[in-house]
């Protein structure tokens, strides 16, 4: 059997423009009997590790890969009347040391190139350009735009120019899509391969995954360009070839040039990226010169937390009750032994530094004052967390269980959600930056992606079906997390019906189902912060949005790939807090020490009225009824009335309990 591999692939995160799904491409590609595939997305690198993965749960080799934008000139030239704004390159990493490199091109197009699209140059791709493949691309490459323009001469300049710097690893790209221009491109760079021995490789420019696909392709091109399908001057691909052929397709397409498809084969043995995955790699923390180790100061920060915590005078010990003197004071031996256990699978886990990072960053907030959650999640469970200071919470007062945080028969990161002042988070964002260094700290992306009734509404729109028609039918779609157009037609009969019974709407609705639960966009998000120990862009690809620099994998990947990932919330709540106390001390004169005294019968008679408009789970009218029949008298019976009324506390059959 011939065999042939797609080294030019778009994935559903050349954002709304690929829509081959990762998940379902490595199946297709396995059906089809090829081994291998690459990912090639337009400018970004934002699906490599969860296309890596998806390939090899399939038994697929997957070839990590990205087509660049390249500056005509230079990548900081912006002006506004360049004609030609950038062209296409395919770029294929060899091995990890050709990734890195990748990442960094990647990451240079947006933090400096970025001018309509994410773009190179020539001057970077000299420095980051080893262990990197390199082929012409598509007919938007700069090699096949001078052949177009009858400008052979440069052309060819541009060949010797790419063969120099890439030596064996470049190749001209030709591709059978039907295109007349592309024909005019292939015959040209058949004859420059024979005149300069620069070797050929086709593929296939896969944006979608079947020939029928190319419809919906069409639609979402609409969506993504706010283009309707009558519209003439739409953006469109000319042909219906943008698919993953089959190799017997492929092979009967280059019959008469069959070492272009063998050559997909000999990159494919040249690339080798390996990802390393669950192997924590945390930021170096400094500690004290006078502590000999990380432990010690950890160890040190514990011992006078619990002091502080837990501690009595000698004379104050409760009788019959067994204590541990220290430093100051004495604490009792439960505590102590709590503590002294979680410290050894803390250490053992190879977590020290984790907490020491989270104690110094919170450590400074409260130091300069920034309003800090008391600690929320599995981490209140945590007694050294509770006695550095990084959370606020008494685990021995509401039995809460260290192992839910931290189990040495589970390893996974720990994870810490902490709340600060929404309007002073920055802050502390900005104090970790000049701790670790900037390149070292960066935001996180996040992708909202077409959910059920948005792709209803969009497809509709460039399909020239009316907004009330679309809207009737969108609010058709139950409102449920994550819901999809085919659970909808099960629970809704009258959907259903019209899907089967109006030819308009199943049309509408069969391409909206192609086409729901695409990334339709990325943005930052709201709270995550990764931190490395080498600069980011070491590890993963950067990505700009509103200037301001995030990874471009999402919180996830980071945590799989062993990266420290921390949530920064930014509570309005606590700022809210933070302003009524000043306020306070302003036109009172009174000090409010809000979170010291939690046995005030006059907090709890507002609940027992009712009064809790505003407050967080407890401002709905069935709440409010309940805890007026409830009637609270002490935190722990609001604790376990929120715990007792909240949706599903007991899951969608109670009978199991």
């Known amino acids: 059997m011939n065999k042939f591999t797609h080294l030019h692939v778009h994935t559903e995160y050349s954002l709304l423009d690929g829509a081959n799904r990762i998940k379902v491409l490595p199946k297709r590609i396995k059906e089809l009997g090829m081994d291998s595939v690459a990912i090639t997305d337009h400018g970004v690198m934002f699906g490599a590790v969860e296309f890596y993965k998806a390939c090899k749960k399939e038994g697929v080799k997957p070839i990590i890969g990205c087509e660049v934008y390249v500056a005509p000139r230079t990548r900081f030239d912006k002006e506004a009347n360049i004609d030609n704004k950038y062209n296409h390159l395919i770029l294929l990493a060899k091995n990890n040391n050709g990734y890195k490199n990748l990442t960094k091109l990647v990451s240079l197009g947006f933090t400096e190139g970025y001018y309509y699209k994410p773009r190179i140059d020539l001057e970077i791709l000299e420095k980051y350009h080893e262990d990197l493949i390199c082929t012409s691309a598509c007919i938007a490459g700069a090699i096949p735009q001078e052949i177009l323009k009858n400008n052979l001469e440069k052309a060819i300049e541009l060949v010797k ?6 030596k064996d690893d470049f190749y001209l790209e030709i591709q059978h899509n039907g295109i007349k221009e592309q024909q005019i491109v292939n015959q040209k760079l058949i004859e420059i391969s024979r005149e300069l021995n620069v070797p050929l490789v086709a593929t296939n420019d896969a944006h979608y995954l079947n020939r029928d696909d190319a419809y919906a392709h069409e639609i979402l091109l609409c969506i993504q360009t706010g283009k309707r399908m009558s519209d003439l001057d739409r953006m469109k691909f000319q042909t219906d070839e943008f698919y993953i052929k089959s190799p017997e397709e492929m092979y009967e397409a280059f019959k008469n040039i069959p070492e272009a498809l063998e050559n997909t084969q000999k990159i494919v043995e040249k690339c080798n990226v390996e990802f390393e995955f669950g192997v924590t790699k945390l930021p170096n923390y400094e500690v004290p010169e006078e502590y000999k180790t ?3 100061y950890f160890y040190k920060l514990c011992i006078d937390g619990i002091q502080r915590r837990y501690g009595v005078k000698e004379e104050d010990k409760i009788e019959g009750k067994e204590y541990i003197s220290l430093d100051e004071k004495v604490v009792p031996k439960e505590i102590m032994d ?12 190879g977590y020290v530094d984790y907490f020491l990072i989270v104690w110094d960053f919170i450590n400074y907030a409260k130091s300069v004052k920034i309003p800090v959650g008391p600690g929320r999640g599995s981490g209140a469970g945590s007694i050294a967390a509770y006695a550095m200071g990084i959370t606020d ?14 189990n040495p028969e589970r390893i ?7 709340d600060f002042c929404y ?3 920055p802050e502390v964002i900005e104090y970790v930056g000049r701790k670790y260094g900037h390149d070292h700290v960066s935001q996180i992306i996040t992708f909202g992606t077409m959910s059920a009734k948005m792709v209803i509404r969009d497809v509709a729109r460039v399909l020239d079906i009316s907004y009330a028609e679309a809207d009737k039918l969108a609010k058709m779609v139950p409102m449920e997390l994550h819901i999809t157009i085919q659970t909808a037609m099960e629970m809704n009969k009258d959907l259903k019906d019209l899907y089967e019974n109006d030819e308009k709407i199943r049309n509408l609705l069969d391409i909206a189902m192609k086409l729901e639960g695409l990334p339709r966009h990325a943005s930052t998000h709201a709270a995550g912060v990764v931190i490395t120990k080498d600069p980011v862009v070491s590890y993963v690809p950067l990505y700009v949005n509103d200037n301001q620099v995030s990874t471009q994998y999402t919180m996830t990947i980071l945590e799989e790939l062993g990266l420290l990932k921390m949530d920064f919330l930014g ?7 933070d302003d009524a106390i000043k306020l306070v001390k302003e036109n009172k004169n009174i000090d409010v020490k809000f979170d010291e005294n939690m046995n005030d019968p006059n907090v709890f008679k507002l609940w027992q009225e009712g009064q809790t408009v505003g407050i967080f789970q407890f401002e709905s009218a069935g709440m409010t009824s309940f805890m007026k029949e409830l009637k609270p008298d002490s935190l722990e019976d609001i604790i376990a009335g929120v715990s007792l009324y909240r949706p599903r506390t007991y899951g969608s059959n109670p009978k199991v309990y």
């Open 161 to 166: 120019y790419y063969k120099n710097l890439f």
């Open 294 to 296: 990380h432990y010690d």
């Open 338 to 349: 709590r503590l002294e256990y979680e410290m050894s699978v803390i250490e053992k886990m």
């Open 393 to 406: 919470i008494d685990p021995i007062k509401y039995n809460l269980i260290f192992e839910r945080f931290l």
């Open 412 to 418: 996974s990161m720990p994870d810490f959600d902490i």
């Open 423 to 425: 309007e002073r988070r």
């Open 571 to 577: 509570l309005r709540t606590l700022t809210v807090i």
